[in-house]
């Protein structure tokens, strides 16, 4: 079956470079594109099975919400830190950037040192705020009409907050199944993260993850 391209139809979505109107430089929007694969996580549901730091830092896996702002710190402890997190689909396909661009593809050699891992802070049971480049370029999921597309933008991901609305596009959920992880987007559900079934494209969105032309399911483990 042949791959999709990028923006057609409505299991993908492309993304592009784009500035928010009025917005000083810090805001400006990088923007990936979607195109149809997804990609498995490994990752178990348990406390500490992702790596966690579980005692001061935060209670990642616990099923009781949070009520604190950032849910990062219950009992008043100190806010949870940003940790980093190897991601890889169930194809061995690893990220990088490429032209502003997140892809995944299978390096190799001297090209390993461009992998890209991901920036976590977990904000409630099971969802986390995730960027790349030390949490200053943020994954995020915009509806533009009917249009669904990944971004990464430009903010710095320690100033996001689960309790702004402005802030839930950056909002992922976890689900495990067995080694791996899916991730759903909150501002836009059913949308997952993936990757396409050929190396070298873009990172992207889906809103029909059980597709056999796309990667839903990572491998997700704390560097």
Not at 31 to 50: D, E, I, K, M
Request: include cysteine; proline fraction near 7%; charged fraction near 20%.
């Amino acid at each position: 079956m042949g791959v999709w391209k990028a923006g057609s139809g409505p299991s993908s979505s492309s993304l592009q470079v784009i500035r928010r109107e009025g917005a000083a430089p810090p805001w400006e929007v990088l923007v990936a594109q979607v195109l149809p694969g997804a990609s498995p996580f490994c990752a178990a549901p348990r406390s500490g099975a992702r790596g966690w730091e579980t005692s001061e830092d935060c209670r990642f896996s616990q099923a009781l919400p949070m009520a604190s702002e950032t849910a990062c710190h219950p009992l008043r402890k100190r806010p949870c830190r940003m940790q980093v997190f190897r991601i890889w689909d169930i194809n061995q396909k690893t990220f990088y950037l490429r032209n502003n661009q997140l892809v995944a593809g299978y390096l190799q050699g001297s090209n390993t040192k461009l992998e890209e891992k991901l920036d976590v802070v977990p904000i409630e049971p099971h969802a986390v705020f995730l960027g790349i480049h030390g949490g200053k370029l943020c994954l995020s999921c915009v509806k533009s009409g009917d249009e669904t597309r990944l971004q990464l933008e430009a903010v710095n991901i320690t100033d996001l907050s689960r309790n702004k609305d402005q802030d839930k596009r950056f909002t992922f959920i976890l689900s495990d199944s067995g080694p791996t992880t899916s991730f759903e987007s909150a501002a836009c559900p059913g949308w997952f993260l993936c990757t396409a079934l050929e190396a070298d494209r873009p990172v992207s969105l889906t809103n029909t993850p059980k597709e056999d032309w796309m990667v839903t399911k990572f491998y997700f483990q704390k560097d």
